[in-house]
């Protein structure tokens, strides 16, 4: 589409959506995601007047990634969303002409904003940062959004030999605020910039919070990422904070985080001392994660892109999904703490569909699955003449293995086995989300594993457990009206 052409009506019928009477059972039910064509990043979890809201990388037009909007919905309680119209759109001529990328909303003196990567048509990586206020702060819903005509930031600070500079992450420290920006540089250092943006209009560069050159980062990360996408930052419980940066290393990219502390440098900055990180996510379908820092909890979410052929999107017409909202904290010893939602609970139905069970169990299309083995077990979640879907666990060597081997996935990533180890533990608890296609491993609230597994028609979706483990499991059902 042209850029000068106008946005599509979100309210107009759309005849390149999938037939509803025909639903694609690969497409998630319950998590965030528009009825047809692309989405990406999630963008600025924000809570203005009672409500949650979640906005979107989205192209309105096709299921490929272009032409990027902020798609937007806002919830009650994380799990009933309502679709929005549109939030920002490319603006011809404008400083994000070529796309309306990711960022964050925050109060601005009772006004929520969006800051956002606003791209032209000759950005080669490096964006600008802009601004979206919205239209009527009483409304709860937010419906409609200003853009400033003129970025904030025109682009990255002169003398670092920037070539990538996107995504800002807006937040507050020892009583000032400031802003994160992903980063890489022209000698392949990936890092994350740093400036003061106590006016909102008003930046300023406050140097380099870190990069790849630091031995915990590199250590957590290794040496293939050139660039640093979506930093992202919580505090925790602990008193440390968990610097969350999307990595830009290959196919499939990966997502890692660094627990440490932030620290004044001397310059009127900020740095972090890392003392520990790791993979954020040992999936292979889960990247750009978001997070809302709540007064009580920090919670994520994160984009699950499609890891079937290109031919199978452009016919389900739809492409990506957001995953379930994830609580996130960190442990005494640093490593991330990740458990789901508390809320999610509301999608169970009345009645657990398993416990304990000795024989073989028909699954649903989305269920909540509990699983803990006090020795080693082996759970079967999906059967073929060829192939099955397992999860192995084993307490005393604290291993979690998710076997997908027989379900091929599109790219180079393969579909080898997932292995995740934990601490050892007398019993080792897992918790499983399935949503059509998207499975969301969560092991001993200490690791997540984000996987796309497609199923076919004559597929058997069923439950055996063969060892020493106990399973309880509900259907995900639509929550009942409070």
Not at 38 to 64: E, K, M, S
Not at 228 to 244: A, I, K, N, R, Y
Request: charged share 20%; proline share 12%; glycine share 10%.
């Amino acid at each position: 589409m042209s850029p000068a052409a106008p946005a599509p009506d979100p309210a107009a019928p759309d005849p390149a959506a999938p037939d509803p009477a025909v639903p694609d059972p690969a497409a998630p039910r319950f998590r965030v995601r528009p009825p047809a064509h692309w989405i990406n990043d999630p963008n600025g979890p924000f809570r203005w007047r009672g409500r949650h809201h979640l906005f979107y990388q989205y192209n309105p037009d096709a299921p490929v990634h272009a032409n990027v909007h902020w798609g937007h919905v806002s919830s009650p309680d994380l799990v009933r969303w309502e679709h929005h119209p549109i939030a920002l759109a490319p603006t011809p001529g404008g400083p994000d002409e070529a796309g309306c990328w990711s960022g964050c909303v925050v109060d601005d003196g009772g006004v929520p904003t969006a800051v956002y990567t606003g791209v032209d048509h000759a950005h080669t990586g490096l964006g600008t940062i802009c601004l979206a206020r919205a239209a009527d702060p009483a409304d709860d819903r937010l419906l409609s959004w200003r853009p400033r005509p003129a970025p904030v930031v025109p682009g990255p600070p002169p003398g670092l030999d920037v070539v990538m500079f996107r995504d800002p992450f807006v937040f507050r420290h020892a009583g000032r605020r400031w802003a994160l920006v992903g980063a890489g540089h022209a000698d392949g250092t990936p890092s994350v910039l740093l400036y003061h943006c106590d006016e909102l209009t008003d930046w300023r560069f406050a140097g380099v919070l870190l990069d790849g050159h630091d031995p915990v980062a590199a250590a957590a990360f290794g040496d293939k990422a050139d660039g640093w996408e979506c930093p992202q930052l919580f505090g925790t419980s602990g008193g440390d904070h968990v610097l969350v940066v999307s990595l830009w290393d290959g196919t499939p990219r990966s997502t890692g985080y660094l627990t440490g502390r932030l620290e004044a440098d001397g310059q009127g900055g900020l740095g972090l001392l890392a003392r520990t990180g790791g993979r954020l996510d040992h999936g292979r379908d889960f990247y750009a994660p978001a997070v809302r820092q709540d007064s009580d909890r920090a919670l994520m979410w994160g984009w699950s892109w499609e890891a079937r052929d290109g031919a199978a999107v452009l016919a389900a017409g739809w492409a990506g999904t957001l995953t379930a909202p994830r609580v996130v904290d960190a442990h005494p010893d640093g490593a991330l703490r990740v458990v789901p939602a508390p809320e999610l609970e509301l999608l169970r139905a009345a009645r657990p569909f398993v416990t304990r069970p000795g024989r073989a169990v028909p699954l649903p299309p989305a269920y909540d699955l509990t699983m803990t083995a006090r020795g080693a077990a082996t759970v079967t979640l999906l059967r073929a003449a060829d192939r099955t879907l397992t999860v192995r666990l084993d307490p005393d060597t604290g291993t979690v293995v998710l076997d997908r081997s027989g379900w091929p996935r599109a790219g180079a990533a393969g579909s080898a086995p997932v292995t995740v180890r934990v601490p050892p533990a007398p019993r080792l608890s897992v918790r499983l989300l399935a949503d059509g296609s998207l499975l969301e491993l969560f092991v001993a609230d200490r690791a997540t594993v984000t996987e796309r597994v497609y199923a076919r028609p004559d597929d058997v979706p069923e439950l055996t457990v063969e060892g020493d483990a106990e399973v309880s499991g509900w259907e995900q059902v639509p929550p009942r009206r409070g």
